[in-house]
T-cell receptor
């Protein structure tokens, strides 16, 4: 296992379309996090899972956003009816319980809404 | 809301000089801090961390200083190299779950 994997690396979509991103965490990590990062800013927390349970969602996670982790392994983040303001880098991170030292980020999915 | 911020958005240093990147945080409940390095097109990469019961921690060419009295964090990079060019973020967590990041400082190493 070489780290947190995210797919696709880049996605261009037309406004109004739905998009889905995938994150594969480090295999032994039971916690998985989603962040959004806009240009020139630091990552902003969206949501996190412990195993398959979604334990926290930030105010940034509007009704158009949904995240799942059905088997407690990989996770998907879906954005419905995309808007230009959704253009950002979507980062996934994973950790083993609350082991913050092992908190590892993936390389992200760059979304561009045109 | 409570947030983490940086004093300088950009920093240019000569190769071989030392770099100091500063960060202010506002959540007094934060007990763990990390400095991340992010290169273009990549996710944040862990550099060094520090817990609130410490005021200094050293790694390989990097040192983090924590001043809880004024809620200030700094990252010192010794003998800055071209490979150190990147955006640096400090991040805090008060609850041991998600991190709160500042806006970042771009470090540019001049030849």
């Amino acid at each position: 296992d070489t780290g947190v994997s995210q797919d696709p690396r880049h996605k261009i979509t037309k406004r109004g379309q739905n998009v889905t991103f995938r994150c594969d965490p480090i295999s032994e990590h039971n916690r998985l996090y989603w962040y959004r990062q806009t240009l020139g800013q630091g990552p902003e927390f969206l949501t996190y899972f412990q195993n398959e349970a979604q334990l926290e969602k930030s105010r940034l996670l509007s009704d158009r956003f949904s995240a799942e982790r059905p088997k407690g392994s990989f996770s998907t983040l879906e954005i419905q009816r995309t808007e230009q303001g959704d253009s950002a880098m979507y980062l996934c991170a994973s950790s083993l319980n609350s082991d913050l030292w092992g908190y590892t980020f993936g390389s992200g999915t760059r979304l561009t809404v045109v | 809301g409570e947030s983490v911020g940086l004093h300088l958005p950009t920093l240019s240093v000569q190769e071989g000089d030392n770099s100091i990147i500063n960060c202010a945080y506002s959540n007094s409940a934060s007990d763990y801090f990390i400095w991340y390095k992010q290169e273009s097109g990549k996710g944040p990469q862990f550099i060094i961390d520090i817990r609130s019961n410490m005021d200094k921690r050293q790694g390989q060419r990097v040192t983090v200083l924590l001043n809880k009295t004024v809620k200030h964090l700094s990252l010192q990079i010794a003998a800055t190299q071209p490979g150190d060019s990147a955006v640096y973020f400090c991040a805090e967590t008060p609850y041991g779950q998600n991190f709160v990041f500042g806006p970042g400082t771009r470090l540019s190493v001049l030849p």
